[in-house]
């Protein structure tokens, strides 16, 4: 996770384990046997400094693991050099799945990610973004999620609107971030203090749902959509987990979010 620090030359890499104790009891297991890193990868790459950290990276057959460390110090580079470890373990359908947020990133990433894996086995390593990602899902299975064949992403001012003609006073009583993100507020587990009731709640949810079924989706419905399909068919999530046994999110989202969870 970059953070910005002026006239920083060099600094540390720190590898702590992800989220230890709260919402995800598994953070303690292993890497299945099957899953650890694969002696045959295309690696090293350059060494850069911090190379002790990043091989501790490497190395690391925790289930989970969160590296924090600032601009310039190898992290793209690292996602990718995981990626070559861990792809040469994986069977034919499964995939390295490499998560990033924006355009730009995933295009620096798919870089790093080429000139540290053979084209041969390139294909074991998809690298896109979380919305991306979260679209596809959500076009291949709209009738689930009770959505029209014709769906498109329109903008959040739209969206805003028809929450106001819902309650404007609900409305506008909550942080940009809610209001753009309010698709996310239906899961309980996702849901933080909110400075309205939840009779209030549950009429802005009612017209962001309104909207969707009519095919009008803003970017931040996808990763809650996303979440209900996984939450309602669990046979499709444990196909998504056979599908990517590794992810790696180069941008990692640390607060609860529907991005988190899935």
Known sequence: RDRAQDGLDRAPVRVRPARAA??????????????????DGPDPGPRQDGAPEQEAVLGCEARHQVVV????????????????RYRAALA?????????????????LERAVDAHIPASVRWQVEVTNYHSF?????????????????IAIG????????????????????SEHLRDTIAELEDPSLRPALPISNAELARLLAAAATDQRAGHLVFDDLGALSWRLMRRFPNLSTA????????????????????EDL
């Open 22 to 39: 709260g919402r995800h009891p598994r953070l303690s297991r292993r890497l299945p046997a099957g899953l650890a890193p694969g002696p």
């Open 69 to 84: 460390a600032p601009p310039g110090t190898g992290k793209t580079t690292l996602a990718a050099r995981l990626a070559g």
């Open 92 to 108: 034919p359908h499964e995939r390295v799945l490499v998560l990033t947020f924006s355009n730009q990133a995933r295009g620096q």
């Open 134 to 150: 979260f679209w596809r899902a959500v076009r291949a299975y709209r009738s689930a999620l009770a959505l029209p064949p014709e």
């Open 155 to 174: 903008s959040r001012r739209r969206r805003l609107a028809v929450l106001r003609g819902a309650s404007r006073q609900a409305t506008d009583a909550l």
């Open 240 to 259: 998504y987990r056979a599908r990517y046994p590794i992810v790696i999110a180069d941008e990692g989202v640390v607060e609860a979010s529907a991005h």
